[in-house]
């Protein structure tokens, strides 16, 4: 962070600037986040990425909403975790500009901790846990109060759209490279028709939209779930994402853009995890078929990212941040495994999901 823009938000909140420290905070690939410390006092402060989010008095709007709904059924003793709060600055306000950026500042949960990579079925279960707790507690939400900070986010018809699109252009003569994973893609569009048909069934909920494990944090003391936090992507939206992107960064032993195929698999016990704690909480508040649904987002999220990834390579990698040419293609390629070895797990996590 700018010395300048570092004096300027401790001035803001009343700090002192010759005091204040600030160090990088987070694992984020779109915010910038940091750690603002001065005499014991701790906040968060975030510059929003305007090109991912447009309107970012939007998301700040969203975010301020879910939060104080959350502290309602905290003081009635109906969400057991902690929420981030948003810090009021210059005049009373919750986004600030300084040299045409956006910045927020947030409460810091202290005690914590947060994991990049799934290392057990305990941090599975309770990362999954928070995520219910969460949604549960958002369950009597109204939706229609949430400004959509990133259109057709979860939209698997526009993302075949744009792979047909990417196709037909082939303006780097890539097709060549990847026909096979091509061939592939296009042969699952039914699973098109398949949410068009749920997604008439069931309600329309609060969703994360990012149920990466980094986006809850541990308590250090005991090691179980505290808080839910980046809420930039919360929209309406249905269930299954949020349990598919669960099960889609969980439940591999291999990173996204491994090439050790052979181990790209549903690792069965973190799946396990996964179900208990994402299901438990919420059996009050989710009927069957909406319980049922959520192994349709198990299927959706890696072969969405797969013809996200291809797309991208096919339009020469103007998207995803690449460290080479195959990139993009070596991650629709490990995506699209882990959607095959789901298919072929199919029977058995459906039997996990509903017992």
Not at 43 to 58: G, W
Not at 110 to 121: F, P
Not at 183 to 196: A, F, M, P, V
Not at 307 to 323: E, I, P
Request: hydrophobic share 40%; charged share 20%.
């Amino acid at each position: 962070m700018d010395i300048s823009i570092q004096n300027k938000l401790s001035e803001q909140l009343a700090l002192n600037p010759e005091l204040t420290q600030v160090s990088v905070i987070g694992s984020g690939h779109i915010n910038s986040t940091w750690l603002l410390t001065c005499i014991g006092k701790q906040f968060i402060v975030q510059k929003l990425n305007t090109e991912v989010f447009k309107y970012p008095a939007q998301l700040v709007s969203n975010a301020k909403l879910i939060e104080q709904h959350l502290n309602t059924k905290q003081l009635q003793s109906n969400y057991p975790l902690e929420t981030v709060k948003h810090i009021a600055i210059q005049n009373n306000e919750h986004l600030i500009e300084i040299d045409s950026a956006h910045y927020r500042v947030l409460s810091y949960i202290s005690d914590s901790y947060s994991e990049d990579v799934v290392k057990n079925t305990q941090q599975s279960e309770q990362a999954a846990y928070a995520f219910g707790v969460f949604a549960h507690a958002l369950q009597d939400f109204d939706t229609q109060q949430l400004h959509t900070v990133i259109p057709d986010f979860h939209n698997l018809a526009m993302r075949f759209e744009q792979l047909n699109i990417a196709i037909t252009n082939n303006s780097v003569n890539r097709v060549k490279h990847c026909a096979d994973e091509i061939e592939y893609c296009l042969s699952q569009q039914h699973l098109i028709t398949e949410l068009s048909s749920i997604a008439k069934q069931i309600p329309l909920r609060v969703c994360h939209n990012d149920t990466k494990i980094n986006n809850m944090l541990f308590c250090s003391a005991t090691h179980k779930a505290k808080a839910v936090i980046d809420l930039d992507t919360c929209m309406a939206g249905f269930r299954l994402y949020d349990f598919g992107d669960m099960v889609r960064t969980f439940c591999s032993p291999e990173a996204e853009d491994s090439t050790n195929l052979h181990n790209v698999i549903i690792r069965k016990d973190i799946f396990s995890a996964i179900v208990k704690g994402y299901v438990t909480p919420l059996k009050s508040s989710m009927s069957t078929k909406e319980q049922e649904s959520l192994l349709l987002g198990a299927k959706i999220m890696p072969l969405m990212l797969s013809v996200r990834f291809l797309t991208d390579y096919l339009n020469n990698d103007v998207y995803f941040k690449v460290a080479h040419a195959e990139h993009n293609l070596e991650r629709a390629q490990n995506q699209l495994e882990l959607y095959k070895n789901i298919l072929s797990n199919e029977k058995w996590m459906h039997q996990c999901l509903m017992s």
